[in-house]
């Protein structure tokens, strides 16, 4: 059996992968239909993913624990960052989680409290901190920071 090739219109036979003639390759129906398939495969467990991450996202915003988890990391770095820029000095972290404790301030923000800094005082001696910040989850900003002298 023969088919006509796309490129250069003469006739080939279907068992060949490419033309003798110009050496463009047979595209086969199935690798479209294959292809399409996939495409569609993929389409659709993403939307089935998005809608389960939506669900478990909402369950999660509902235990203190679980959001205050979900944003720790984020918050972390943004919360370091505003603390170093209070010192007048030098800044040391200690090893180990920057938090202690969170609590629920209000709807889409977390107080995390921490004593993992110490701030180096004018006379060069290093002071133990404590610091709160206010963290909001759905700006994913720093809304505020307080840091005194002392440990938690």
């Known amino acids: 059996m023969t088919i006509t090739c796309n490129k250069c219109k003469k006739e080939i036979a279907d068992l060949n992968s490419k033309c003798p003639h110009c050496s463009e ?11 399409a ?26 235990s203190a624990e679980c959001w205050s988890n979900e944003h720790r990391i984020d918050a972390e770095i943004r919360c370091e960052s505003a603390i170093e820029r209070l010192a007048k000095y030098e800044v040391n972290w200690s090893s180990g989680p920057v938090f202690k404790g969170y609590t629920l301030k209000n709807e889409g923000v977390i107080r995390y409290v921490g004593d993992a800094v110490q701030f180096q005082n004018g006379f060069g ?14 700006q ?13």
């Not at 047979?26 to 294959?34: E, L």
């Open 37 to 62: 398939m996939f495409v569609i495969i993929i389409i659709k467990s993403c939307g089935v993913q998005s809608d389960d991450k939506k669900n478990t996202q909402e369950k999660c915003k509902k």
């Open 25 to 35: 390759k047979k595209h086969s129906i199935i690798k479209y239909i294959s292809a």
């Open 140 to 152: 994913n900003k720093v809304i505020s920071i307080d840091v005194q002298e002392g440990r938690i």
């Open 125 to 138: 001696a290093m002071t133990n901190m404590t610091y709160v910040c206010d963290y909001n989850t759905e």
